[in-house]
DNA sequence: GCCAACGTTGGC
DNA sequence: GCCAACGTTGGC
């Protein structure tokens, strides 16, 4: 199957592309899906190879920041049954994991991080599922020329 | 801090 | 199964 691309939303304040890169290798479990429809694309869509751009959320410039790759499979994320983490959901069963999570490594840092102003002035973006009002997909996907485009802009 | 948009919950 | 209430997301 071809490589596909996808758009991951974080708050820089709970878990920023900097901390992704202070890990080692850059790699981290990206955690925390508590949407079913983003889980559906994480669990069933979502495939070890295929390119993330990472976007930071709920700061006053909201922005793609850098790329990375899925490294692993969708695996059930263990935060669901720890009782301290904030993603806790009392009713997740052990025996039938109702969130996911994937492995990504970071690619890319971006030297010029591309601003929501710049995706809504930019042609060819117009279709991207970010930009669509009222959207709250913490996982989408993107069109590999959306990709290019952005890298373009970013790298 | 506000509020529109949207997903989820729960009463009926 | 409907839908009002509620909680959360996320841009502004």
């Not at 758009?7 to 820089?12: D, F, I, N, V």
């Not at 920041?65 to 899925?70: L, Q, R």
């Amino acid at each position: 199957m071809a490589r596909r691309y996808w758009l991951m939303k974080t708050e820089p304040g709970t878990f920023s592309i900097d901390d992704l890169a202070r890990r080692p290798g850059g790699r981290a479990f990206w955690d925390g899906v508590r949407n079913y429809q983003a889980r559906n694309l994480l669990r069933d869509e979502v495939r070890p190879g295929d390119g993330v751009l990472v976007y930071h959320s709920g700061i006053p410039d909201p922005a793609v920041v850098g790329t990375a790759v899925v490294v692993g499979p969708a695996t059930p994320d263990p935060t669901q049954f720890d009782r301290r983490s904030p993603y806790h959901d009392p009713g997740a069963d052990p025996g039938a994991p109702r969130w996911y999570g994937v492995e990504i490594a970071l690619e890319t840092v971006f030297a010029r991080p591309v601003t929501l102003e710049t995706l809504r002035a930019t042609p060819g973006l117009e279709g991207m599922v970010v930009l669509r009002r009222g959207n709250r997909l913490s996982v989408s996907p993107v069109r590999p020329e959306e990709w290019s485009i952005i890298v373009a802009r970013g790298a």
